[in-house]
């Protein structure tokens, strides 16, 4: 096992002089994939092409097709765009999962039909049966929406066609967590994060999973004034019970053996360790955190504070600067 980084390493992309970067204070879900800001520019300006060229380079990288037509679907004018690169392609696979999750998008913004949107995700699933991206959308829509028995059901759909998809997992745990606990250490979204975890190959972004469950309980808990919002100095107790020192030491060691550079949603499994870390009280750990995660802040989890999430993220990013 290798080392962990120094808190005084710079990042990649902290200027000469070893200072962090100044953060814009605000979040781009593209989390620095070149090639995916290009195509979504190029959709924004009426250009679809450069859409396709992506998703047909992106083939069935799971996780990477998820993401990228996820964040190009957000645009507000993907879902014409889509429309119209089904009407120069009919049947393209790739543009149907675009206008799917851009459908989606719409309807959980509350501009579109949620029932418009489920049927254009299974058009999408029929026309590609071992893509999981259908789903994925379905499973966005039942996350907001519900039934939870829909979130259930669109994520066995997922999972049997890519067992480890990342944002599927975190999908199905912020689900779980809002449900009632067993025990101070107990709940059913430990419990399916760590067998997760535990199931997937030991190279696995899944291994950060269990810290994510904790994660969405404290966003559970905050809401309800249980919790601390905002991680500050004194350690949170959420975070510092048996079960959780040892989720975060596991998902510590796997980020310093194992830490992929490639993974394209790498960035929010590091957001979610610096933000364990922060409420923890461990600021070595998290300024190392901090380090890696450079410009690349993501909403979740500091969204979960009840407060600004850009502040929040500032707050203990100083902090741990300071003191680790």
């Known amino acids: 096992m290798t080392p962990p980084p120094p808190v005084t390493d710079r990042a990649p992309s902290d200027p000469p002089g070893g200072t962090a970067p100044e953060h814009s204070g605000t979040f781009d879900a593209a989390l620095g994939d070149a090639e995916l800001l290009a195509a979504r520019a190029a959709l924004a300006q009426g250009r679809w092409q450069s859409a396709r060229s992506l998703l047909l380079h992106t083939g069935d990288d799971w996780d990477r097709r998820g993401h990228r037509v996820t964040v190009l679907a957000a645009d507000p004018v993907a879902h014409s765009r889509a429309g119209q690169w089904l009407l120069a392609e009919p049947g393209s696979a790739d543009a149907a999962a675009l206008l799917a999750l851009a459908l989606v998008h719409r309807a959980l913004g509350g501009e579109g039909d949620p029932e418009h949107a489920r049927a254009s ?14 789903w994925l959308g379905l499973l966005l829509l039942a996350r907001t929406l519900g039934p939870e ?59 950060v999973l269990p810290v994510v469950a904790y994660a969405e309980r404290h966003r559970v808990l905050a809401a309800a004034g249980l919790a601390p919002a905002v991680p ?20 510590f060691d796997w980020w ?38 450079g410009p690349h802040a993501t ?16 707050q203990a990013r100083t902090h741990a600067l300071a003191t680790g």
């Open 299 to 314: 909403r979740a989890p500091w969204s979960y504070t009840g407060q600004d999430p850009w502040a929040a993220f500032h």
């Open 149 to 207: 028995a829909e979130l259930t059901a669109a994520f066995k759909e997922l999972r049997a066609r890519h067992p480890e998809h990342h944002h599927g997992h975190h999908l199905l745990i912020a689900g779980l967590a809002e449900r009632p606990p067993g025990g101070p250490e107990s709940h059913e979204a430990y419990d399916t994060a760590e067998r997760a975890a535990a199931e997937a190959p030991a190279d696995s972004p899944l291994a």
């Open 256 to 293: 310093l053996e194992w830490e992929h550079d490639e993974h394209p949603r790498r960035h929010l499994d590091l957001n979610h360790l610096a933000f364990a870390m922060s409420a923890a009280g461990r600021p070595a750990e998290a300024a190392a955190l901090f380090h890696r995660i």
């Open 121 to 134: 995700c299974h058009t999408a699933a029929e026309l590609a049966p071992a893509d999981p991206t259908p």
């Open 232 to 251: 500050g100095p004194a350690p949170c107790a959420h975070w510092t019970g048996p079960r959780a020192r040892r989720v975060l030491r596991a998902a």
